[in-house]
């Protein structure tokens, strides 16, 4: 692969005699040296970027002369900094999902970050978007995931125009379920939001400029009211069940009860170990309507506002992060779609599964990053199992969880 220079020394130099001449005024300025600049750059990501993080930070080591520590954090990685920011701790950088950006913007411990405008230019469009709250970027972008449609090949050939197609193409591959996508008994917004958003429901109203407006939500609007009408029709129809969740969701289309699944790039190793022939291809939309639109996660780089070493910290994720090498080396330990676009041309350019799910993505929206986002999960996901398991009626569902989700922004 190729590497990029950084070409960080002014900078470098700049940062060092910046921290040299902290409390110089009181003529001793040892100790705060010390604190001004530890010598130190420390990261937190998760298992999977970890080993990969570990090896490319050498070459930022050996241009800058800075010692990069990177910890694992499995599975608590988001609430082990909020903990440590909160009392001016943890790491310089963070590495983690563009929907925290709005609640770690609001509860201020992270730094806003300046992208040249090339910088920006070199990314997608979107993932920049993604990261960006009240007009300003927080984090650098690396990867964008959505979720698709995966079809057995052999069990249904041709990839269908519709979901009523899909629905007719999975009761003619004579299998157990017409469908496996993760539900639950408690529901599940972000696999439902593809088909919600087909029938014209929203949660928050955009104003055009990707901000969102929490005191306008669209749960029980027109279009709302007749996208939950369809989670319970297609419940009552035996398409979507909440006894299908994350413990069977990829095991029963591995093992040929279902030739049709609704997931993302995560299923696909267990889906290749298995043999199976498969294609990726965009969740089919409700006939008539809009396209099916899923939620667009994107991952990056965060810079904590309590950073021991804020101008390395900016540093590594302006320019660093924002290099081929180490972008392709990310998307192959995570298989998802780099967020550098020339990065993304070369990960996707001989990969079916990579242009499957960017096909899928193509009328996706970045996840709302707003704080209030934290209010939609809980109430959405259990009136969408209600209308699934005809508990209540689809517009009786969509009211309910849309005045639950009202009451908890309001209290915020």
């Not at 970050?113 to 920049?128: G, M, P, Q, S």
């Not at 899909?166 to 299998?175: C, D, R, S």
């Not at 088909?195 to 709302?224: I, Q, R």
Request: aromatic share 8%.
């Amino acid at each position: 692969m190729r590497r990029r220079t950084l070409g960080i020394t002014a900078v470098s130099a700049a940062a060092l005699g910046a921290a040299a001449a902290c409390g110089s005024d009181d003529g001793d300025s040892s100790s705060e040296e010390t604190t001004a600049f530890s010598g130190e750059l420390v990261i937190w990501a998760d298992e999977t970027r970890t080993p990969v993080l570990k090896e490319f930070v050498k070459n930022f080591e050996k241009e800058v002369g800075v010692k990069v520590t990177v910890e694992e954090h499995v599975e608590t990685l988001r609430e082990d900094f909020l903990a440590a920011a909160e009392q001016g701790q943890g790491p310089d950088i963070v590495v983690g999902a563009h929907d925290w950006s709005g609640q770690l913007a609001a509860d201020g411990v992270i730094a806003p970050i300046t992208l040249a405008e090339d910088k920006k230019a070199a990314l997608n469009e979107t993932a920049v978007k993604a990261f960006t709250v009240d007009g300003q970027v927080y984090g650098v972008a690396y990867a964008i995931e959505n979720i698709g449609l995966i079809r057995n090949t052999d069990l249904v050939p041709t990839a269908p125009a519709t979901f009523e197609e899909l629905v007719e193409l999975g009761k003619a591959a004579g299998t157990q379920e017409v469908l496996t996508v993760e539900t639950g008994v408690d529901g599940n917004a972000y696999n439902a939001y593809p088909l919600f958003a087909s029938m014209g429901g929203y949660l928050f109203k955009d104003d055009g400029t990707g901000t969102l407006d929490p005191n306008d939500v669209g749960v029980d609007s027109e279009g709302g009211i007749a996208a939950f009408e369809k989670f319970a029709q297609l419940g009552k129809d035996g398409v979507l069940k909440t006894t299908i969740d994350a413990t069977n969701t990829i095991p029963f289309f591995v093992d040929g009860k279902t030739a049709l699944m609704i997931s993302g790039p995560w299923a696909l190793t267990d889906v290749q170990t298995a043999g199976l022939n498969y294609e990726v291809t965009a969740i089919p939309g409700f006939e008539g309507q809009g396209p099916a639109s899923p939620f667009l996660g994107v991952q990056g780089f965060y810079v904590s506002k309590t950073a021991a070493n804020a101008v390395f910290a900016q540093e590594f994720v302006t320019n660093y992060v924002l290099t081929e090498d180490l972008q392709l080396a990310l998307a192959e330990a995570g298989g998802r779609l780099p967020a550098l676009t020339a990065a993304a041309e070369a990960f996707s350019a001989d990969n079916a599964d990579v242009q499957g799910f960017a096909a899928a993505g193509e009328n996706g929206v970045p996840m709302p990053n707003i704080p209030a986002m934290n209010s939609v999960w809980e109430p959405f996901g259990r009136a969408q199992a209600d209308a699934i398991d005809q508990v209540m009626p689809g517009e009786e569902a969509a009211k309910t969880a849309a005045q639950a989700i009202r009451d908890a922004v309001a209290a915020s």
